[in-house]
């Protein structure tokens, strides 16, 4: 197990390498993208105040965030076949990372509406705007201006969360890895040109967020976080809605 160079650039630039790159990076936009959908709609849901929407949201987001990610996927890949629900290996991963992250994506979007003023809410009302009307013209643009920071930074995990798809055999940066490791036995050359990878990805996906981040910035304005305290089963029943 020697270092040279010379090995390191050669396994850095091989197709195979750089397959398993792009195979992470689309599977990480890609698996974002539909977490996003997923959690407006289920913030959507929890901010209409109904107590069985409500309900449905804390057992969605307790269940997904309760559990390992792991776990989620040996579950859609090897268990959801018993009951004759056959997913190829990408539409495994796709549908469990959308769901995964989805339920993240729902909390972080929740604080970004509740972090907008009641006043605007009531002038919404006042002005005839429905709820759903006033949820996609007036109150979700603001709250996703105010969850970029948060959202860019699961973005930045997703890189990483992909990784775990290889214990269902796709084929993205780390399950390639693995294999040319466990070929040649240069664990040291070929884990550090995994390492530099998904340090590039990260790296410039940083880059890229600042930029949106400085983009769209409203002064005197902070990214909007979770709250604790904010969500828990005895509001599920509360009569009183957000709207």
Not at 59 to 83: E, H, K, N, S
Not at 129 to 137: C, D, H, K, N, S
């Amino acid at each position: 197990m020697t270092w040279t160079w010379n090995l390191f650039w050669h396994y850095a630039t091989s197709s195979q390498f750089v397959q398993g790159a792009w195979t992470t990076v689309w599977l990480t936009f890609a698996s974002m993208g539909g977490a996003i959908i997923v959690g407006l709609i289920f913030a959507g849901l929890h901010e209409a105040g109904n107590p069985l929407f409500r309900l449905l949201y804390l057992t969605y987001t307790t269940l997904i965030r309760g559990t390992p990610l792991l776990l989620q996927l040996v579950f859609v890949y090897t268990v959801l076949p018993l009951a004759g629900v056959r997913l190829s290996v990408t539409e495994a991963a796709l549908l469990t990372l959308c769901v995964n992250e989805g339920a993240y994506e729902a909390e972080v979007i929740r604080s970004g509406l509740e972090s907008i003023p009641v006043g605007q809410r009531e002038a919404a009302r006042v002005t005839g705007f429905g709820y759903w009307q006033a949820m996609t013209v007036l109150l979700v643009p603001q709250a996703l201006r105010l969850v970029i920071p948060t959202v860019g930074n699961q973005v930045n995990g997703m890189f990483k969360y992909t990784s775990l798809v290889s214990i269902i055999s796709m084929s993205e940066l780390f399950r390639v890895t693995q294999e040319a490791a466990d070929a040649t036995f240069q664990f040291l050359v070929i884990y550090s040109v995994a390492a530099a990878y998904y340090l590039a990805m990260t790296g410039v996906w940083t880059l890229i967020q600042h930029l949106i981040e400085r983009a769209v910035r409203v002064p005197g304005t902070q990214a909007a976080r979770p709250k604790r305290s904010s969500i828990g089963w005895r509001a599920v029943f509360s009569l009183k809605g957000s709207w």
